[in-house]
């Protein structure tokens, strides 16, 4: 290649692929080494790109967590048209999606976390729950009381789970799970059908 052709793109990976890169070295590395064990340090070396390249980014592990868990869980993929097959399908989607390699155990370290660290706390709740707070009510027709309810009872379950037992909630639970949601909402399951 001579001058004339070279390209005039600086070197080093391209923008729009690091964070892609960072994310799965970021679940790769909690999942080896466990959250708090996973480093900034480490999660770069994983990545292959420098530190300063993730704190530039993200300017604290926490929100590189919460950016991590958003990219893996993408949106709530709402199915069915009832309000029980709208809840019982987004907790099945969620029990699967903890149990995925490195996703538990990041989303339970980061609100962990959030327990003594305001700001992260705050990050949590405006980029990380308000979205699916906001999807959930809109297609389950519940007010936003009832779906942070819902939200709580199903993510802390699930999450309280994997924290005893190292293991994801096994099948027969999450059914198990489901029906107990399902007949505290039952009161309101007409709702969604009659919009």
């Known amino acids: 290649m001579t001058r004339g052709t070279a390209s005039a793109r600086p070197p080093g ?9 960072v994310y799965a070295a970021t679940l790769s590395t909690v999942h080896e080494l466990g959250y708090a064990r996973a480093t900034v340090d480490r999660i770069a070396a994983r990545a292959g ?3 300063t390249t993730i704190y530039r980014r993200w300017p604290s592990k926490g929100e590189l967590i919460v950016d991590c868990l958003l990219d893996a869980l993408g949106p709530v993929p709402l199915e069915g048209t009832s309000q029980a097959e709208l809840m019982s399908s987004t907790i099945r989607w969620i029990a699967a999606k903890i149990g995925e390699p490195g996703i538990g155990d990041a989303f339970a370290g980061v609100f ?7 700001p992260l706390r705050e990050i949590l709740s405006a980029r990380f729950q308000d979205p699916y707070r906001l999807q959930l009510q809109d297609a389950l027709g519940e007010p936003e009381t009832r779906v942070l309810f819902f939200i709580d009872v199903v993510v802390g379950t699930l999450l309280h789970r994997m924290g005893m037992t190292g293991s994801p909630m096994a099948d027969a639970d999450v059914t198990a799970l489901v029906d107990m949601v399902l007949r505290h909402f039952a009161d309101g399951a007409d709702k969604a059908e009659t919009r």
Request: glycine share 6%.
């Open 13 to 21: 990976r391209p923008r729009s692929g690091v964070n892609a890169v």
């Open 112 to 118: 962990s976390d959030a327990v003594s660290d305001p």
């Open 49 to 51: 790109v420098a530190k």
